[in-house]
Nanobody, 124 residues
């Protein structure tokens, strides 16, 4: 089954960029919609971006629109390119996958498989 694994987090100054990657340690992401979420200390986990299983459709939270880009290289890896980072983007970022054939979604309860997360820290 799909087991998402995130990588690429780190410490960056405000205005900088990072690219997060999400790969599956089990079967590939073929047929799965994939989303990125984040959780800051003391806050609930929130939607960041999602991409359909085909890669044809994407959706973004208003807070990251125009700065973040989600993409996928077919069935293997999903990326989150983060530009113009702000201190408020500091959080643990999680990758999640939906059941095969599902549409992209924005709610945590709509995703079945979750990674362990990767820390992103943006300094001012």
């Amino acid at each position: 089954q799909v087991r998402p694994v995130e990588s690429g987090g780190g410490l960056v100054q405000a205005g900088g960029s990072l690219r997060l990657s999400c790969a599956s340690s089990g079967r590939t992401f073929s047929g799965y919609a994939v989303g990125w979420f984040r959780q800051a200390p003391g806050k609930e986990r929130e939607f960041v971006a999602a991409i359909s299983w085909s890669g044809d459709s994407t959706r973004y939270a208003d807070s990251v629109k125009g700065r973040f880009t989600i993409s996928r290289d077919g069935a293997n890896t999903v990326y989150l390119q983060m530009n113009s980072l702000k201190p408020e983007d500091t959080a643990v970022y999680y990758c999640a996958a939906r059941a095969p054939g599902s549409r992209l979604a924005t709610m945590t309860t709509q995703y079945d498989k979750w990674g362990q997360g990767t820390q992103v820290t943006v300094s001012s």
